[in-house]
T-cell receptor, first 116, second 109 residues
C-alpha cells in the first residue's frame, strides 16, 4: 500500500502523560500536514511542512504540541501533558503541489487519541 | 461565522436516488474546491476537486462550483448503500484546507 500511513491507530492515555504519533507520507510527496478532527466536525489544520521545514502553525497548536519532520520524510506529532480536551482524531495528509495544480491532499487513516 | 458552512444532516435516501450535497463559503479568494468522503473512524478520502466555477463529472459523481454565489454542490446519481458516509467539502486556502463540518448520508437498501 503506497498511501499515507499513521501509527498508532488508537492511543489511550491518562491526563498529564506525553504521547507521540508518527506519519509516513506518500513517498514522492514533499508537503505534509497535520489536522485534528473532533466528533461531528471537519478536520482543522494544525501545521504544515514543506520538506523538513515547518512553514505554518495554527493557533490551535499550543506550546504543548510539537511537530517535526526530520530529513523531510516521516513526521512526528508530540503532545506533552495531555488534557482531556486533546481527545480527537489526529490526521496526517501529504501532497505534492505543482504549479497551477490543486494541492490535492491525501489523508492517512488517522490516530484516535483518548485522554482519560 | 464559519468560513465554510455545511448542513450536518443526516440525509436519508432510498437506494437509487439522486443525492445533492451542498456547501456555502464566505472567502471569495478560494480557488480550488474538494469533496472528501469519510467512513466512520477512517481518514477522509478524496473524491473530486474542481478549479474555479464550473462542473466536473466522474462516474456517478458530479461536482459544481458557483463562485458568484459562493456555493458548491456534489451530486451522486444512482446512490448505493456503500455511499453511506460523511461527505466533507473543503476549500484550498494556499496550502491548508478549510473543511465544512460534513454531511452524514445514509442510503437505505
Amino acid at each position: 500500500d503506497t498511501g499515507v500511513s499513521q501509527d498508532p491507530r488508537h492511543k489511550i492515555t491518562k491526563r498529564g502523560q506525553n504521547v507521540t504519533f508518527r506519519c509516513d507520507p506518500i513517498s514522492e510527496h514533499n508537503r505534509l500536514y497535520w489536522y485534528r478532527q473532533t466528533l461531528g466536525q471537519g478536520p482543522e489544520f494544525l501545521t504544515y511542512f514543506q520538506n523538513e521545514a515547518q512553514l505554518e502553525k495554527s493557533r490551535l497548536l499550543s506550546d504543548r504540541f510539537s511537530a517535526e519532520r526530520p530529513k523531510g520524510s516521516f513526521s512526528t506529532l508530540e503532545i506533552q501533558r495531555t488534557e482531556q480536551g486533546d481527545s480527537a482524531m489526529y490526521l496526517c495528509a501529504s501532497s505534492s503541489k505543482r504549479d497551477n495544480v490543486a494541492d490535492t491532499q491525501y489523508f492517512g487513516p488517522g490516530t484516535r487519541l483518548t485522554v482519560l | 461565522q464559519k468560513e465554510v458552512e455545511q448542513d450536518p444532516g443526516p440525509l436519508s435516501v432510498p437506494e437509487g436516488a439522486i443525492v445533492s450535497l451542498n456547501c456555502t463559503y464566505s472567502n471569495s479568494a478560494f480557488q480550488y474546491f474538494m469533496w472528501y468522503r469519510q467512513y466512520s473512524r477512517k481518514g477522509p478520502e478524496l473524491l473530486m476537486y474542481t478549479y474555479s466555477s464550473g462542473n466536473k463529472e466522474d462516474g456517478r459523481f458530479t461536482a459544481q462550483v458557483d463562485k458568484s454565489s459562493k456555493y458548491i454542490s456534489l451530486f451522486i446519481r444512482d446512490s448505493q448503500p456503500s455511499d453511506s458516509a460523511t461527505y466533507l467539502c473543503a476549500m484550498d486556502s494556499s496550502y491548508k484546507l478549510i473543511f465544512g463540518s460534513g454531511t452524514r448520508l445514509l442510503v437505505r437498501p
